[in-house]
């Protein structure tokens, strides 16, 4: 997919580049698909913010993706690509033979009019096609992948993301994630074939400030900015570097420092991201 710049007529728009939108097709029309989320902008149900730096962003309705895949051996044919502004990957309206309407994320490759199918077992590998994993040949590139049966794809989503298929030791599968950690997953969980579309997004420039304010993003102020009482690092007199090393608000070290708890899935890890 083509990145495009734009002449610079001011001094943001010197350094800002989009994608192209020639490989969309239409416009969200399904209406039974669309809904409007409740716009927290990072507070909790008291109103007080437990997450900075968000705030509503720009209006937009929620597309209402089939992450399940679980219509079993009916056909369906692309009719349509389309934005979807909750995610940086497109998705492909698809429309089964039945006459249900579905949206899915769009696979690298997958076009309108191509076949998409669903089954358990005994698909040909193409892209767009989803099926247990236990019934995926090894080394093939997955997406949308489910951490446990039925509940749907949560894994390797964003745009250009995939995990592989590196093996197999009794009900489970060996995956290589996108973040090269290794790791089993149940092979009764679904999974659909190939990479997610769009993956020049992460080569854009966002150029301006305001890009960021549409998507929801406050502006970040620096610790060292501030005075003493807001964080540890404020204060002195003029520009001073932090005293230790860098801290949150909270005190909580800021680099290298591990806060994840233990979880019973951890047990499925093979080997982690980090060597």
């Known amino acids: 997919m083509a990145i495009k710049t734009y002449k610079p007529y001011t001094p943001s728009r010197r350094f800002m580049s989009n994608l192209s939108s020639n490989d969309i097709t239409s416009k969200a029309n399904v209406r039974r698909l669309l809904m409007k989320l409740p ?6 149900n008291n109103g007080r913010i437990t997450s900075r730096h968000k705030e509503g962003g720009a209006k937009k309705l929620y597309r209402i993706i089939d992450f399940k895949r679980n219509k079993f051996n009916i056909e369906g044919w692309v009719r349509a690509i389309e934005y979807d502004p909750y995610r940086n990957s497109r998705i492909a309206l698809v429309v089964y033979k039945d006459g249900d309407k579905r949206y899915i994320i769009q696979p690298s490759g997958l076009k309108v009019g191509d076949l998409v199918l669903s089954a358990e077992s005994g698909l040909d590998i193409k892209v767009g096609f989803a099926m247990k994993l236990k019934n995926i040949p090894i080394g093939t590139i997955v997406h949308n992948i489910e951490m446990h049966p039925k509940a749907g794809g949560v894994l390797a989503r964003s ?109 499925l890890i093979i080997s982690r991201r980090n060597k």
């Open 39 to 44: 716009v927290s902008a990072g507070r909790n």
């Open 159 to 267: 745009a250009g993301s995939y995990a592989q298929i590196m093996g197999r030791e009794g009900k489970y599968t060996i995956l290589r994630m996108p973040s090269s950690e290794m790791r089993y997953i149940l092979g009764e969980c679904m999974a659909t074939i190939g990479i997610v579309g769009n993956e020049d997004f992460s080569n854009i420039s966002i150029g301006k400030a305001g890009r960021n304010r549409h998507r929801g993003i406050r502006p970040q102020t620096r610790g060292s900015a501030m005075n003493p009482v807001d964080h540890p690092h404020g204060g002195g007199e003029g520009k001073t570097g932090s005293s230790g090393h860098p801290v949150s608000p909270w005190g909580v070290p800021a680099k290298g420092y591990k806060t994840r708890r233990k979880k019973s899935s951890d047990k």
